[in-house]
């Protein structure tokens, strides 16, 4: 999929030449959550906001045997997903969201990259079945950490000209502990 961006020419005077506007630029990153998310980048017109950067991470439990070996106990241990933004209208939604301890259904976060001269998402990370667990603001950022159930990581494969030629992902379900074909992610 190739997505396009608002150009800064398209924006009105004031705007255009504020850097720190994040509908402004083409992000590196984006986070798509219906519940909190907006912008101005095409088809995530609804439920998307450009991100600073995040952090994922898992882990496996490990033992050594009587025979020298290590082996997994079977437990996979999910860092809890961060993420970084600007402040913006989102921030009281998170932290209302984690005061009540609502589900949130879906949190993605999208990598972009240029190909060409096209921009076009290079990883999607979906979750689903999450619950916010941190909140943080330092000056004009935000951090807030989250669990899910359902996590999977997928990298979009793409030829020298731009086209789309596959997918490689992984995916686990944290309740039961097994990996499933990635589904299809979603754009936003």
Known sequence: MVLKFRDRSSLGGDEAGNGDMGASITPQYMIICEQFFSS??????????????????????????????????????????TVCMKYGSWAPAIQNALYAGTNIPFIGIRRFSSINGLKVIIQAIDYETCLIKTYRQKDDSIQFTFSAIYAQDVVCIYDNAGTKIGNSGSSLNYATLKQDKPKEWKTG
């Open 40 to 81: 101005d980048v095409e088809e995530y017109s609804a439920n998307g906001s450009p991100c600073l950067w995040f952090e994922i991470g898992m882990s496996r439990l490990v033992t050594n045997d009587s025979t020298g070996q290590l082996t997994g106990d079977g437990r996979i241990v999910g860092d809890d997903p």
